[in-house]
């Protein structure tokens, strides 16, 4: 059972960054697709926003309009970890941010997820 845990989130300056880490364990990640999702402040779990996802073997990436540009997407699987580099962040990119992973497909919707984890607070304020 894969495992998945977050950090690297805190509070930020508008225009600066954060890196997030997501640590997996109790299974490798070389087969899982991978991706990140945030919940905006009063959103529900279904409504989490994928910003960006990644497929397993082929390394395909995919990021939502509003962080393109602005993040990226990698994955380290001799550490079975992968991470989201946040630069220019910006007040709307505030909230909960969840790594997740998932077998047999990549890029998919919070509702087809396989594994999360608990999330991590990022907001973006001066």
């Known amino acids: 059972q894969l495992q998945l845990v977050e950090s690297g989130g805190g509070l930020v300056q508008p225009g600066g960054s954060l890196r997030l880490s997501c640590a997996a364990s109790?299974?490798?990640?070389?087969?899982?697709?991978i991706g990140w999702f945030r919940q905006a402040p009063g959103k529900e779990r279904e409504e989490r926003e994928r910003?960006?996802?990644?497929?397993?073997?082929?390394?395909?990436?995919n990021y939502a309009d509003s962080v393109q540009g602005r993040f990226t997407i990698s994955r380290d699987n001799a550490k079975n970890t992968f991470y989201l580099q946040m630069n220019n962040l910006k007040p709307e990119d505030t909230g909960v941010y969840f790594c997740?992973?998932?077998?047999?497909?990549?890029?998919?919707?919070?509702?087809?997820?396989?594994?999360w984890g608990k999330g991590t607070q990022v907001t973006v304020s001066s």
């Open positions: 910003v960006a996802c990644m497929s397993s073997s082929e390394g395909i990436t």
């Open positions: 997740a992973a998932e077998i047999y497909y990549y890029c998919s919707g919070p509702g087809n997820i396989d594994y």
């Open positions: 109790g299974a490798t990640l070389d087969y899982h697709a």
